[in-house]
Structure formats: structure tokens, C-alpha cells
């Protein structure tokens, strides 16, 4: 049995990056966990509460623990010292002991997504005993593919997963942040994200599939 960690900077973005893999995890009788940085929103409010009360009924679809909410500020992950966010990922992963964590591509246009990136790589950094095994990023729509190519981050995925059972899942998970999804042909709409998953599958001879960056794997 497997223990999956999924760290993310807000809610959505766990179900838009690995949202069917975390439910084909499940489906196999491994546990997963979400642990969401930051609260979606800048202020504590009816708006933020509500994305909360997503990001728990999107999990509960998915078939993971009761999220873990860490509440740093939206869009200021950046203005926080980055031990102080290291430091509580530390705690999630020293007591809930995982074998597998996804997270973030580093070079995501999201200034909080890099941050959550360098913090989860940070507070996993290779110790003897460590419980952590594979670490894989993945790609978001209206961050991932949004970075300027002069930067040199383009999202490589070598990596992917079978997701073909696992559409309807993903698409009831999604369902519950339905506020935050826009219109096509809007990256984050539907489509779109139908799409990616179709074209992803393509790459790799299958209908459907989520793609992954892999960051570390120890055997």
C-alpha cells in the first residue's frame, strides 16, 4: 500500500494537476492526502470558507483524507520566509509518512506554485530513512503553459498516467470548484482540460492520461 501526498499552493489546483491520478491511487486501496499553502483568495472570508468547503468535498470524491489547510496568504508565499513554509511541511510529512508526493511544476507562472515547489523539494531533501521514495510535478492549465518560453521552464512531462477510468472522477471532483472554471476557449475551461488529458494520452498510444515531470525516484 502506498501513502500519497498531494502538496498544492490552492484549492483546485490538486484536482486540475493529478485529480484522476489521486483517484486511481485510491481506487487501489492506497491512501491520499491534500495539503493546500495558501487559501485560494487574499482575506479570510465567506468566499475563502467556501473554496474550503470545495477543496474537502473535492477530496472526499477523490477518495483522500480530510484535507490539510496550512492558510498562508494567496499570491504572498513569496513575501514569507521560505523555512517557515518548510517547516510546516515537515510536520505533515513527518506524521503522515508518505511514500509518494506530487506536487508543482518549479517553473509554473504562479509565483505561488514555484514557492510551494521549492518548499515541498526543500522539506524533502534526501536523508537517510527518509519515508519520501518518488517525487513527481505536474503541470496546471493557466500556469503551467502561461510561463514565457524565454524563460526556459517549458513543462517536459516523462511521465504518465492511464486515466481512462478514472474521467468521470476527475470531471464530479471538478464539478465542486465549478466557480473557478471559465469558459472555452479559456485554458481552465472543460474542454480544454479535456482536451490536454486527450492530448497527453496521445503522446503515449492511450485516450487519456495526466503527465508528470518526475523529480525524484528511489528503488
Not at 521560505?82 to 509554473?108: A, M, R, S, W
Amino acid at each position: 500500500m502506498h501513502k500519497i501526498l498531494v502538496i498544492v499552493a490552492h484549492p483546485d489546483d490538486e484536482v486540475l494537476g493529478c485529480g484522476a491520478t489521486i483517484a486511481k491511487y485510491t481506487n487501489d486501496g492506497n491512501i491520499a492526502q491534500v495539503v493546500f499553502l495558501a487559501d485560494g483568495h487574499g482575506s479570510r472570508d465567506a468566499v475563502t470558507e467556501d473554496r474550503e468547503f470545495s477543496a474537502i468535498e473535492a477530496s472526499n470524491i477523490l477518495g483522500c483524507n480530510a484535507p490539510i489547510f496550512l492558510k498562508f496568504p494567496d499570491n504572498k508565499l513569496d513575501s514569507i520566509p521560505l523555512l517557515e513554509i518548510v517547516k510546516q511541511i515537515e510536520v505533515v510529512v513527518n506524521n503522515f509518512q508518505p511514500d509518494i508526493i506530487f506536487t508543482h511544476y518549479f517553473g509554473d507562472l504562479n509565483i505561488d506554485h514555484r514557492i510551494t515547489h521549492r518548499a515541498v523539494m526543500t522539506a524533502c531533501r534526501p536523508q537517510p530513512g527518509f519515508c519520501v521514495r518518488e517525487i513527481y510535478s505536474f503541470e496546471v492549465l493557466s500556469a503551467t503553459h502561461w510561463q514565457s518560453i524565454s524563460m526556459g521552464n517549458a513543462f517536459n512531462p516523462n511521465y504518465f498516467v492511464d486515466i481512462s477510468n478514472f474521467l468521470d472522477r476527475k470531471a464530479r471532483a471538478l464539478q465542486s470548484y465549478k466557480k473557478e472554471i471559465r469558459g472555452f476557449p479559456h485554458s481552465r475551461s472543460y474542454e480544454t482540460i479535456n482536451y490536454l488529458e486527450k492530448l497527453r494520452g496521445s503522446l503515449v498510444g492511450i485516450s487519456s492520461a495526466e503527465a508528470f515531470q518526475i523529480e525524484r525516484i528511489i528503488k
